[in-house]
């Protein structure tokens, strides 16, 4: 008996969490209490921001389309264990998260990351709560955004809850996956 309970108990932990759909994806923040609904989480200048565009740059090459690659959205590979930004540039761009909970990202044509900063421990599945979102955790948790300064008012910085300190005036949400038709960027 005790058995068929510890099963059961087992399946429902696998039913609670499905693969995650195939492909590239976007992130957004989920805290309906701050009313955010999925607003997009943009890279810009190897950080995570909520309320920023991204950046990106494609090099002007001979035989190069950079019309391909607006760079207009930020567009994520991988998240199973390790997670990448979706880009064209050979080596691609590996996120991790800093010392500090910071998410960053590697710059073009180099591995190197900060030290005492993470590449595994990233999370996505499909969810099976209303609508069956697919989220994304790092370390089993979720995510905190950080405002930046009072002159960039609606501007917050994205740290991994799981690492680092919230020094208050953070905000935590959930961070959320949408399927994503393709690449956007060059590099970011
Ligand atoms: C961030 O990226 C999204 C698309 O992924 C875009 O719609 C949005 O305008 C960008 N900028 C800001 C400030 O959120």
Known sequence: MKSIIAVSALVAMVAAQLEPPAGPFTAGAWN???????????ASGRGFWIGKDSSSYCPVVKGLDCTAFPGTSTVFAGGSGTLSLDVAVPGGQQVFVGPDGALGYTGAHSASIPVGAVTTGFLRFQSVAGGAPVPMTFEGSGFRACPVDETQENVYQVFASAVGTDPGNCIQFQLRTYSAPGISAWQY
Request: aromatic share 10%.
């Open 32 to 42: 309906p209490s701050n009313r955010w609904t999925g607003v997009a989480i943009n």
